[in-house]
């Protein structure tokens, strides 16, 4: 900007933020779009050379961070008072030859206003915008209004505004001063129209400090077209000289410094700081009434070209987290709005494409939550999480309460979902706010159902187990996990999955576990019934059991033959039954039950037994070990009979003793009776044996005789 000797004392309807640092980027470095052109100057011609770099804002630094808001591209429109197209621009030189007189500037060639204003390089601006006076050796334009036009609409909030770029000196309170107002609508003719907006004058210390480049003084060259004839630029020759310290300051006016928040508006105009138009005069730039047409030296600035483009800091995403009940069986993620209550806590995280988090904050308990820190033109995940995390740091994976399940996420308030029930959501920023982030959740539930077959037994041998788990709330169970009572006994194995095999219990899915459990000998013999018991668990629920009995059916009994044999050879004569010969017994013992017999014991009231007790007896095993010996007496061989019997007894446990009665009865058969004489050898045991059994249970004794033998 050229010194001037006096400086306009604007009206400040708003406080500005300056511009402290900014970011730049170079573009189209190798696109160049005019070849060398030789000025004619005077004694001496410059050659000029446009090196087609623009250097790009990419962001900067007004307290906090700005970017561009990329979606809000739109056109620059230079409004003229008359039809001559009047042009001032400075490039800054990249290269300076005075002895050959070639200066190679930075950008492109740009003869239009609207076309050089809508380029975004910082290297790049107009000259004395606004100044349209006649001033001796003063470059003039006839610019009444310059307005930035984004036709698509934006919506005004505090975190958004528009950026205005200055060449200046490098000194506070150099810089032009002028007006901003917002673009509220187009008329019938598809002009802007201001109506509804504040005008905002923005003075000279309104802005940074003229170190926003490097270096913070440049060398620059001033081109002009200023007379209707003119059809390319000329370079003004004694521009060609150092010029002083110059260099790019910034301002930054919100959007809701304009109009209120939450309007929607259309973009935003600068125009000189005399111009006196109220808001809906101002669509009227040919006014000269209120757009004066010889403004003064005062009135100049010298406008970088930055392009049509809105910068924002953080933005926000809002939504809500729903008790979807019917989850997405209508469709729709909706609800009542909950934070699990205490089942909590529960956060909403918003995530970058690094995976590190930008924002984290507790759902309320009506299930909003407000997340900031986005940024334009940039796609965030959003996830709930029972873990709180700070920003910066990786971001826990996606949880919800033990208890509950996700029923599916929806960008929007709208029928719908994003295809998968995980509880993260993508959200593309772009240049505004963004609402309805909405996520559903259910109380997750499952039933499970343990069956056995068979559900008694008296035998040893397996029985199956089948657990059957099915899900039965709107959301997806993962992470599930079964335990059985009985394990390492048992395995159950992968379940076999009724809709795909992919490790997820989905909605209305199945899974079964079979598995087998061997019944043995000792579990008959404790005769005490299976509980078995089956946990099944998920990431989402608190884990649940079911369980299954198998009824030990126990049948103790046993037998006792007692076998008797007489020995008549013990006292003479040999062969017949004499008093004082013996009968030898044997006691044989079978377990004819299903459950181990211990601490057999046999008596007999006529005969010592010897040996025993059985210390334990298997089913279907015997033991023939006891035995025990009778001597004959005058009674027994004048009987002619010897009735004996004898008791086997074992404990149960729980019930009283199963018992087996064994009888024998021996008849003597007289050597001589009445002269007649019998063979020795039909003196002997005539009925060696007979058998009772008796069983068994805490009921009582039950007998029966099996036969005699003869």
Aim: proline residues 5%.
């Amino acid at each position: 900007m050229l010194l001037a000797p006096t400086v306009l004392s604007p009206l400040i309807v708003s406080a500005e933020t300056d511009i402290t640092a900014i970011t730049t980027a170079d573009t189209d470095a190798d696109d160049l779009v005019r070849d060398p052109v030789v000025y004619e100057t005077g004694p001496v011609d410059y050659e000029i050379t446009y090196n087609g770099i623009e250097q790009a804002i990419t962001g900067f630094t007004a307290g906090v961070a700005y970017v561009p808001v990329d979606a809000s591209l739109g056109n620059v429109i230079a409004r003229r008072s008359s039809a001559e197209e009047k042009v001032v621009v400075w490039n800054r030189v990249a290269s300076h030859d005075a002895g050959n007189a070639q200066d190679t500037v930075y950008g492109r060639y740009y003869n239009t206003f609207s076309s050089m204003l809508s380029a975004r390089n910082i290297f790049m601006g107009s000259e004395n915008l606004f100044v349209n006076a006649v001033n001796p050796g003063d470059p003039e334009t006839n610019v009444e209004r310059v307005d930035y036009i984004f036709v698509a609409g934006l919506t005004a909030r505090d975190e958004m505004g528009f950026a205005v770029f200055e060449r200046g000196q490098n000194t506070a309170g150099s810089n032009g001063t002028f007006k901003i107002a917002a673009i509220t609508g187009f008329d019938g003719g598809g002009l802007p129209t201001f109506t509804g907006s504040n005008i905002v004058t923005v003075a000279q210390n309104s802005y940074g400090t003229g170190i926003l480049t490097t270096p913070t003084n440049f060398r620059y060259d001033i081109f002009r077209k200023d007379v209707p004839t003119d059809t390319e630029l000329d370079v003004i020759p004694q521009n060609n000289i150092n010029l002083g310290p110059q260099g790019v300051s910034g301002v930054l006016i919100s959007s809701t410094e304009l109009v209120s928040a939450n309007t929607v508006i259309y973009g935003y105009a600068v125009f000189g700081a005399d111009v006196s138009a109220s808001d809906t005069q101002l669509a009227d730039w040919m006014d000269d009434t209120n757009f004066p047409t010889d403004s003064a030296f005062s009135n100049d600035m010298d406008l970088v070209a930055t392009g049509a483009i809105a910068y924002a800091s953080s933005l926000t995403i809002s939504g809500n987290v729903f008790d979807d009940t019917d989850g997405l069986t209508d469709g729709t993620v909706d609800g009542t709005g909950t934070d699990t209550g205490v089942d909590g806590p529960l956060y909403a995280i918003l995530v970058d494409t690094g995976g590190d988090v930008v924002d984290c904050v507790p759902v309320s308990p009506t299930g909003v939550f407000i997340l900031g820190g986005a940024q334009p033109s940039t796609t965030y995940t959003v996830i709930l999480s029972t873990t709180s995390e700070t920003a910066g740091n990786a971001a826990p994976s996606p949880s919800v309460p033990v208890g509950w399940t996700n029923t599916g996420e929806h960008l929007g308030a709208n029928a719908g979902d994003d295809g998968t029930v995980d509880g993260s959501l993508e959200v593309a920023i772009v240049d505004s706010n963004v609402s309805d982030a909405n996520f559903g959740i259910q109380e997750a539930s499952f039933t499970v159902e343990k069956s056995v077959d068979p559900t008694s037994v008296s035998s040893t041998g397996d029985v199956t187990y089948t657990v059957v788990l099915t899900n039965t709330c709107d959301g997806p169970l993962t992470g599930v996990t079964i335990n059985d009572s009985l394990e390492p006994d048992v395995t159950p194995g992968t379940a076999v999955e009724s809709m795909t095999d992919d490790d997820i219990l989905e909605v209305g899915e199945t899974w079964t576990w079979t598995y087998t459990y061997t019944i043995t000998q000792p579990m008959l013999d404790a005769g005490t019934s299976i509980d078995n018991i089956a946990t099944v668990d998920t990431d989402q629920t608190d884990a649940d059991t079911d369980d299954a009995t198998v009824d030990i059916v126990q049948g103790p009994s046993m037998s006792l033959v007692k076998t008797g044999t007489v020995d008549m050879s013990v006292v003479p004569p040999i062969g017949q039954a004499n008093p004082g010969d013996e009968i030898h017994y044997v006691f044989t013992v079978t377990n004819t039950g299903n459950v181990t017999l211990t601490n057999i014991v046999v008596t007999d009231p006529k005969v010592t037994v010897m040996g025993g007790p059985i210390a334990s007896l298997a089913p279907g095993a015997s033991d023939s070990s006891l035995t025990g010996t009778y001597v004959l007496t005058p009674a027994d061989i004048g009987a002619g009979v010897v009735p004996n019997t004898a008791t086997a007894t074992s404990p149960i446990p729980g019930a009283s003793e199963v018992t087996a009665i064994g009888e024998s009865f021996t008849r003597l058969l007289p050597n001589a009776v009445g002269g007649e004489a019998y063979p020795v050898n039909k003196v002997g045991l005539m009925a060696p044996w007979m058998v009772l059994i008796a069983a068994v249970t805490a009921g009582g004794l039950y007998l029966r005789r099996v036969h005699d033998v003869k």
